[in-house]
C-alpha cells in the first residue's frame, strides 16, 4: 500500500499536526510518501524521515507559497498518480479541511475528517472519529478505492524512528484554473504562540474581574511557554482581543493542557476545550460547571493560587 501525506509548512518548518499525520500514516503499514510545497529548506524535509517517511516529494513552486487549496489540491491529486497511491493523509486543519475535500471529489474517494485511530482493516476499512466537538465518537466504513484521512490535532503520538528520507523535486503544473480564487491580503494574529497550534493553553474568564489582573495569566503563560485564551464574556467586553476568544463560536483548542483560571464553564466554552488531554479549573466557587469536565480541579482564590503555580513553576525551571 503506497500512502501519501500532505505536509503543511509555516514560516520554513514542517508543522507539527503535520508530523502527526506522518506518524499516523507510519502506523498504517506501507510506504510513506510526504509531499511539502512552496519555499522550504530540503534538510527540514529530510528530517521528515526520521518519523516514517521514506520519501519526500518537494514542489518547489513560488505560486504554491500563497497557501491556494484548489492549488494544494491539483498538486495532491499529480503527486497521488505519479506514485499511485490510492490514500491521502493530513492534518485536519483550517487549511487541511478545504484541501481534502478538493481531493476527495478529484479522486472520488471517500473521505473522514477528525480521526483519532489508525482504521480497522480485520473486516473492510473502518475509521473511529471524533463528533459533536469531541463529545462522541463514530465508526465510519470507507468503501471506496480511494480514501482521504484527515487527522486530529494529538490523536497521532510523534514518535522518532531514526529513518531518512530522500527529497525529490516533483514538478508541477499549473493552471489558471488553479488560481480562480485569489489571496490577496494575509492578516496574522500575533503573539509568541498562537491559540490554534498551543500544547499548552492558559485561559481566563470574569473572575479575573477587570482586564487589569490579566498580568498574572501572562505570567503563567510565560513560564509555561504557553498561549492565551479567555472565555466568550472577556472577549465580549474588550478585556481581551477577540482572537484569544476560547469556545463554540470562537477558536477551538486540542493542546496537551488547558488551565482554566476564573471560567465557570458554560457549555459553549466546554465545546472549544474538550478536545484537550488535560483540563486543570482553578475557580473559588466549587459548584462551577467546569470541574465536571477537569481532569484536576484547585478550589480557591485564583489571585492567590495562580501567583504561587508560576513562582512554583520558575523554580522548577531554573
Given at each position: 500500500?503506497?500512502?501519501?501525506?500532505?505536509?503543511?509548512?509555516?514560516?520554513?518548518?514542517?508543522?507539527?499536526?503535520?508530523?502527526?499525520?506522518?506518524?499516523?500514516?507510519?502506523?498504517?503499514?506501507?510506504?510513506?510518501?510526504?509531499?511539502?510545497?512552496?519555499?522550504?529548506?530540503?534538510?527540514?524535509?529530510?528530517?521528515?524521515?526520521?518519523?516514517?517517511?521514506?520519501?519526500?516529494?518537494?514542489?518547489?513552486?513560488?505560486?504554491?507559497?500563497?497557501?491556494?487549496?484548489?492549488?494544494?489540491?491539483?498538486?495532491?491529486?499529480g503527486?497521488?498518480?505519479?506514485?499511485?497511491?490510492?490514500?491521502?493523509?493530513?492534518?485536519?486543519?483550517?487549511?487541511?479541511?478545504?484541501?481534502?475535500?478538493?481531493?476527495?471529489?478529484?479522486?472520488?474517494?471517500?473521505?473522514?475528517?477528525?480521526?483519532?485511530?489508525?482504521?480497522?482493516?480485520s473486516?473492510?476499512?473502518?475509521?473511529?472519529r471524533?463528533?459533536?466537538?469531541?463529545?462522541?465518537?463514530?465508526?465510519?466504513?470507507?468503501?471506496?478505492?480511494?480514501?482521504?484521512?484527515?487527522?486530529?490535532?494529538?490523536?497521532?503520538?510523534?514518535?522518532?524512528?531514526?529513518?531518512?528520507?530522500?527529497?525529490?523535486?516533483?514538478?508541477?503544473?499549473?493552471?489558471?484554473?488553479?488560481?480562480?480564487?485569489?489571496?490577496?491580503?494575509?492578516?496574522?494574529?500575533?503573539?509568541?504562540?498562537?491559540?490554534?497550534?498551543?500544547?499548552?493553553?492558559?485561559?481566563?474568564?470574569?473572575?479575573?474581574?477587570?482586564?487589569?489582573?490579566?498580568?498574572?495569566i501572562?505570567?503563567?503563560?510565560?513560564?509555561?511557554?504557553?498561549?492565551?485564551?479567555?472565555?466568550?464574556?472577556?472577549?465580549?467586553?474588550?478585556?481581551?482581543?477577540?482572537?484569544e476568544?476560547?469556545?463554540?463560536?470562537?477558536?477551538?483548542?486540542?493542546?496537551?493542557?488547558y488551565?482554566?483560571?476564573?471560567?465557570?464553564?458554560?457549555?459553549?466554552?466546554?465545546?472549544?476545550?474538550?478536545?484537550?488531554?488535560?483540563?486543570?479549573?482553578?475557580?473559588?466557587?466549587?459548584?462551577?460547571?467546569?470541574?465536571?469536565?477537569?481532569?484536576?480541579?484547585?478550589?480557591?482564590?485564583?489571585?492567590?493560587?495562580?501567583?504561587?503555580?508560576?513562582?512554583a513553576?520558575?523554580?522548577?525551571?531554573?
Open positions: 500500500m503506497s500512502i501519501l501525506v500532505f505536509v503543511e509548512i509555516a514560516e520554513g518548518k514542517v508543522k507539527k499536526t503535520s508530523l502527526e499525520a506522518v506518524a499516523y500514516a507510519n502506523g498504517m503499514g506501507g510506504e510513506v510518501t510526504a509531499i511539502a510545497m512552496g519555499e522550504v529548506d530540503s534538510a527540514e524535509l529530510s528530517g521528515m524521515g526520521n518519523y516514517g517517511a521514506g520519501k519526500v516529494l518537494h514542489a518547489n513552486n513560488a505560486q504554491l507559497n500563497d497557501r491556494v487549496s484548489a492549488a494544494y489540491a491539483s498538486v495532491l491529486v503527486a497521488m498518480d505519479h506514485i499511485g497511491a490510492n490514500t491521502l493523509v493530513l492534518a485536519n486543519s483550517s487549511l487541511g479541511g478545504s484541501v481534502s475535500a478538493k481531493v476527495a471529489i478529484r479522486k472520488d474517494a471517500s473521505l473522514v475528517s477528525n480521526v483519532v485511530e489508525l482504521p480497522d482493516t473486516a473492510g476499512f473502518h475509521v473511529k471524533s463528533i459533536y466537538t469531541g463529545k462522541a465518537f463514530a465508526t465510519v466504513s470507507m468503501d471506496k478505492d480511494n480514501k482521504v484521512l484527515a487527522i486530529k490535532k494529538n490523536a497521532a503520538e510523534v514518535k522518532e524512528t531514526g529513518g531518512s528520507a530522500s527529497v525529490e523535486v516533483f514538478d508541477v503544473t499549473l493552471s489558471d484554473d488553479d488560481f480562480k480564487v485569489k489571496i490577496i491580503s494575509t492578516d496574522k494574529t500575533t503573539g509568541v504562540i498562537l491559540l490554534p497550534e498551543a500544547e499548552l493553553v492558559v485561559s481566563g474568564g470574569r473572575g479575573l474581574k477587570g482586564p487589569e489582573n490579566w498580568g498574572m501572562e505570567d503563567l503563560a510565560k513560564a509555561l511557554g504557553a498561549a492565551t485564551g479567555c472565555s466568550k464574556p472577556v472577549s465580549d467586553m474588550d478585556w481581551r482581543p477577540h482572537h476568544h476560547v469556545g463554540q463560536t470562537g477558536v477551538k483548542v486540542s493542546p496537551n493542557l488551565i482554566a483560571v476564573g471560567i465557570s464553564g458554560a457549555i459553549q466554552h466546554l465545546a472549544g476545550v474538550n478536545s484537550s488531554k488535560y483540563i486543570v479549573v482553578i475557580n473559588k466557587d466549587e459548584e462551577a460547571p467546569f470541574f465536571k469536565a477537569a481532569d484536576y480541579g484547585i478550589v480557591g482564590d485564583a489571585f492567590e493560587i495562580v501567583p504561587k503555580l508560576t513562582e513553576i520558575k523554580a522548577a525551571n531554573s
